[in-house]
């Protein structure tokens, strides 16, 4: 072998190992003091690296997983738009880098679900004890900003929305991102083996729904009750069904009999949804097949003279943007992952992507905006569980990646 060649990174790594790099990204959505230092964690330790390693052999293997290649397709038609939005083509730039950037995460992703099946399960519990670690800072950071203000911790039910740790400060973003951890270890809770397995993560999985239960943000928790219920239907665990009831129940007493309004969520309504959603179905219809494009003006005034920045809700805005074309590529890769992960449950195998899938429809929902963006924490909440279905195809309930926690 020539200097060259041994010199060749290569001939010695694949995109595959890079696996620890995207477990410190996942673990940096929970622990990154903000967007900017988590971004710059992408860039420089699987972006970079993902550029000099990438082989048309990976190209070749991620192409011929369907998940994966109608995901690429999509993003690229998404990226393709900006030629006909309304704004200046000199804004070009900005959605070509982003369709670089989630096409590395992509092509990194399948590339270790498919060669390294057995580190599922690392990158998981990593992300779920990052979850653990800034959700106890954040509530931290809570309470003794109750004290300094000489409230009552019987208030904390009551009071202000939960801010999490670093760059999950949005309350919403917070809750999806913080909820994908809880769906986690509520699987995990379900499917251990040993019960004190299954103690532990069922003590981790009332932690992180406090968490998401404290920003007061009603899409994520309705998304993660219904996921759970989901895996519990999947699992035949039927128990976990009374149990909701009775958290039902306590609830609306807490809300009919008493004043309790925790976080204005009551008093808060349907956030003006309707609202929102009838522009926008409008605006999609003046452009009903391709859409207005990604660089398109999204903000639009409500009758009360209220602005709002985005559509919020993923389905809408992606045929705001792309029009029937780009909701029905969108409608095609949710099908084509969801397929493959019922397939795999049918026959025995790994249920967790099927169940996270489902949050993942569910958390877009009713917000979230664009699709096709710089690494957010949207990149764990939906793109992960969509591009998690790549990894069933080797993983069966024999042989299951590391087991979780």
Request: aromatic share 10%; proline share 6%.
């Amino acid at each position: 072998m020539s200097v060259l060649s041994r010199l060749n990174p290569r001939n010695h790594w694949g995109l595959e190992q890079l696996w620890p790099m995207m477990l410190v990204f996942f673990a940096g959505c929970y622990l990154a003091p903000n967007s900017k230092f988590h971004n710059n964690l992408f860039y420089g330790l699987v972006l970079l690296p993902a550029l000099a390693l990438l082989t048309r052999e990976d190209l070749r293997r991620v192409w011929h997983a369907p998940v994966a290649r109608i995901a690429l397709l999509f993003l690229g038609y998404l990226a393709l738009s900006s030629l006909w939005s309304i704004e200046q083509t000199a804004s070009l730039g900005k959605p070509a880098k982003q369709w670089i950037y989630m096409g590395a995460y992509v092509l990194v992703l399948a590339r270790i679900l498919q060669s390294r099946p057995d580190r599922v399960g690392w990158l998981l519990t990593a992300l779920v004890a990052a979850a653990l670690i800034g959700g106890a800072i954040a509530l931290y950071d809570h309470l003794q900003l109750l004290e300094a203000r000489k409230l009552s911790l019987s208030r904390l039910l009551s009071w202000r929305r939960l801010e999490l740790f670093g760059r999950l400060d949005h309350p919403i973003i917070g809750a999806s991102t913080y909820g994908l951890a809880c769906v986690i270890a509520a699987w995990a809770a379900l499917t251990a083996p040993r019960w004190w397995w299954r103690a532990g993560a069922a003590a981790i999985t009332l932690a992180l729904l406090s968490l998401v239960v404290l920003t007061y943000s009603r899409g994520p928790l309705a998304a993660v009750a219904v996921t759970i219920l989901a895996a519990a239907l999947l699992l035949r665990r039927w128990w976990v069904f009374g149990l909701l009831v009775v958290a039902c129940c306590a609830v609306a007493a807490g809300l009919l009999l008493t004043d309790w309004n925790p976080g204005s969520a009551v008093s808060r309504g349907l956030g003006a949804r309707p609202e929102i959603w009838a522009h926008v179905w409008q605006a999609f219809l003046e452009r009903p097949l391709f859409g207005h494009g990604l660089l398109a003006p999204e903000s639009l005034l409500l009758a009360s003279g209220k602005p709002i920045d985005h559509p919020h809700s993923a389905f809408l805005a992606t045929l705001f943007y792309g029009g029937v074309v780009g909701g029905g590529l969108l409608v095609w890769m949710l099908v084509v992952a969801g397929r493959t992960g019922w397939a795999v449950v049918r026959r025995g195998g790994w249920n967790l992507p099927l169940v996270l899938l489902i949050y993942a429809v569910l958390i877009v929902l009713t917000d979230n905006d664009k699709l096709l963006l710089s690494p957010r924490p949207l990149w764990l909440y939906f793109w992960l569980p969509i591009l998690l279905c790549i990894a069933p195809c080797r993983t069966t309930e024999s042989n299951p990646p590391r087991r979780l926690l």
